[in-house]
């Protein structure tokens, strides 16, 4: 069974912390994306990388970034965590063929 | 990418079949036409995806007219558990892309 993993399902930090939100998928996938998703607004891109140590921003890239050392892992930074980064981030995995992205189940975090 | 306008919501009832049409103008040569359906507190799933005529599998139908330039998604005989968001996205399936999704549209079935 085909799997993306988040690190967290819910996840309280308070506003200056440096956050980091994981994710490792088990397919062997070269794309990997981090999405929030808020209420009214759909799922916003933030970030993608299509191989290791490959970044690309999305649409929303500010006060965000991304690791990717390995190809299995793509790890999501708030380097300064604000209130209006409380959120449902979501990561996502695809082959090179974008045939079908798998979807983790989400991080709910919570800055306070 | 091409930009994709799906309605914001629709009601059905247990057993009826639901069409959620998907308007995509601008759709390239290239571009695949691919569903996604979101339940509450979960990630998006993969439904379907297609390119021309239609396309058939155990969850749905996708016709895509001659032109392209609109999708519609079928749900035969929804059930209290279709209930969900649904995601219209148009993209290429090879080489580089962002994978952007829209608002979706929220379906709501009732008994």
């Known amino acids: 069974d085909v799997k993306v993993t988040q690190s967290s399902r819910y996840l309280v930090k308070r506003t200056g912390e440096k956050v980091f939100l994981e994710c490792v998928q088990d397919?062997?996938?070269?794309?990997m994306f981090w999405y929030r998703q808020d209420p009214g607004l759909g799922l916003r891109l933030i970030y993608f990388s299509y191989d290791v140590k490959m970044k690309e921003k999305g649409d929303i890239p500010e006060g965000y970034s991304v690791s990717r050392e390995k190809k299995e892992r793509f790890s999501l930074i708030l380097e300064s965590a604000s209130t209006n980064q409380t959120s449902m981030y979501l990561c996502?995995?695809?082959?090179?063929?974008?045939?079908?992205?798998?979807f983790g189940q989400g991080t709910r975090l919570t800055v306070v | 990418l091409a930009k994709t306008t799906q309605p914001i919501s629709m009601d059905s009832y247990e057993g009826q079949e639901v069409n959620i049409t998907c308007s995509h103008n601008?759709?390239?040569?290239?571009?695949?036409i691919t569903w996604y359906q979101q339940f509450p507190s979960q990630g998006p799933r993969f439904i379907i995806q297609?390119?021309?005529t239609k396309v058939t599998n155990e969850v749905a139908s996708l016709f895509i007219p001659a032109d392209r330039k609109s999708s519609t998604l079928s749900l035969p005989r929804v059930s209290l558990s279709d209930t969900a968001v649904y995601y219209c996205?148009?993209?290429?399936?090879?080489?580089?892309?962002?994978?952007?999704f829209g608002t979706g549209t929220r379906l709501l079935v009732s008994p």
């Open positions: 397919m062997d996938h070269e794309n």
């Open positions: 297609g390119y021309k």
């Open positions: 996205l148009v993209g290429v399936i090879s080489g580089f892309q962002k994978l952007v």
């Open positions: 601008n759709i390239a040569t290239n571009d695949y």
């Open positions: 996502a995995s695809s082959p090179t063929d974008f045939t079908e992205a798998f």
